[in-house]
């Protein structure tokens, strides 16, 4: 548990195609995909920061040990803020994005005009920008 959230798991990504990123929108088939890989490292024996892959190994340490079995947002806010009456969000509820700045996208930074660029990119990253809008987490 302390190498998954000290990111000394070993899995800071998976070892995949294109195709692997609609995976990245289906929980189950992602913790299925991560249990399967094999650690870049062994345990305590080196670092590597887990972007890539750290809120699915966080996400499912807790959803495991947690008997609500809650997802990792769920459970920061039931848990943690809620008691102490603090605003936090894992994701940000559609309700409070008029409060903050906006984010370019990968879609707003590719030239739509440009034509060397993969058609399944642009339908993968407006796939996952769509759920991402509709996502529980």
Known sequence: MADTLSHRAGLPLVSSEVEQYM?????????????????????????????????????ELVRRVDPKKRSLGQFIQHEIMNPIKIEFYIVLPAKHRHRVSPVLTLMNRLDTKQTDIDPRITLIVNKIEAMLDNRNY
Do not use: D, F, R, V
Not at 43 to 49: K, R
């Open 23 to 59: 995976t990245w929108m289906n929980w189950a088939a992602m913790i299925h995909t991560l249990e399967q890989e094999k650690p870049l490292w062994q345990s305590e024996t080196a670092h590597g920061y887990h972007s890539m892959t750290y809120g699915w190994l966080a996400g």
